[in-house]
């Protein structure tokens, strides 16, 4: 029996399930399944592509993608995964996509030959307003009577909104999504994989991977990093505004809420955690929180 024991978006694992050229079949069935492609639409290959994003400017952000994929018509995929909910997931998705349609024009080509880029977001939290697991976002006019271009595709799947169903009703990224949910009983897990191959040779590679020692004592790393993340973020925030309410009656409102975000600020910084999740949590601007940082003897990137 192979292990029900697997959260599939460890981004450790996913990327060695999804991200590996011999199992290319694995990534091609997935992305055709979200962009719903059958038939003599769906794409037939790719290659994994560099997913450091350089900065056009000697001081400007360089970004490392999850997954980069470029399939066999030229379209550039690009898979994220987030488990924790940054509240920046619209402005990050854009921005990649941004980068990734910027970087497919070399000097002294024509607009015409930009490449197609899709973005695909596997979220484990409820991100957006419609029920459905699957949303697809592109440019259109007000009246969202006509596209502009497909060049642009942004997906987004949540996890928590998968809702159970008959096997013999799920479409292919509904079987996705319900093994990477992982909710279905031994029996159901096994029959989804029967049915779909991609996914049972999905499955073997996660068993693979948490057989190898080395390899789990890292995947279990990562999963306790994202627990402990939870409750020291509920509890920097529980903590800050305590800290704020109690200093707001002192002090007034504003000044205590300020001291608050600071407080949240300075146990992130102290965990080392990213800048921008620092920022994010805060709301302080990153001048301030570089600046919290400098008077407590901090280093941060």
């Not at 949910?181 to 994989?193: I, Q, R």
Request: proline residues 1%; charged residues 30%; hydrophobic residues 35%.
């Amino acid at each position: 029996m192979r292990t029900r024991d697997f959260n599939a978006l460890n981004d450790l694992l996913f990327k060695f399930v999804f991200g590996h050229e011999e199992r290319k079949a694995v990534t091609l069935s997935f992305i055709n399944a979200t962009l719903q492609l059958e038939g003599t639409d769906a794409f037939v290959d790719l290659h994994f592509a560099d997913r450091v994003l350089e900065p056009e400017e000697e001081d400007g952000k360089s970004s490392m993608l999850d997954l980069l994929c470029v399939t066999n018509d030229g379209t550039q995929v690009n898979i994220e995964v987030q488990v924790q909910n940054q509240h920046n997931m619209a402005q990050r998705s854009l921005y990649y996509w941004a980068k990734l349609y910027q970087s497919s024009l070399r000097k002294s080509q024509d607009y015409s030959t930009l490449r197609k880029t899709v973005a695909i977001n596997l979220l484990a939290y409820s991100f957006l307003p419609q029920k459905g697991f699957h949303n697809v976002y592109g440019l259109y006019d007000s009246a969202k009577t006509h596209r502009l271009t497909d060049d642009i595709e942004l997906h987004f799947l949540e996890l928590p909104k998968v809702r159970r169903q008959d096997l013999r009703s799920m479409r292919q990224l509904d079987k996705w999504m319900a093994f990477m949910n992982n909710k279905l009983s031994n029996e159901e897990m096994e029959e989804l994989a029967m049915s779909e191959a991609a996914i049972g040779t999905a499955w073997d590679a996660i068993d693979e991977y948490l057989q190898d020692m080395n390899r789990r004592r890292r995947y279990e790393a990562k999963e306790k990093y994202e627990r402990d993340y939870v409750t020291n973020m509920r509890g920097s925030r529980e903590e800050g505004w305590k800290e704020g309410r109690k200093e707001g009656r002192k002090e007034g409102r504003k000044e205590g809420l300020r001291l608050g975000a600071q407080r949240t600020a300075l146990n992130l910084l102290r965990m080392n955690l990213p800048m921008e999740t620092v920022i994010t949590a805060s709301e302080l601007s990153e001048e301030d929180v570089r600046a919290l940082a400098r008077e407590h003897g901090i280093t941060v990137q």
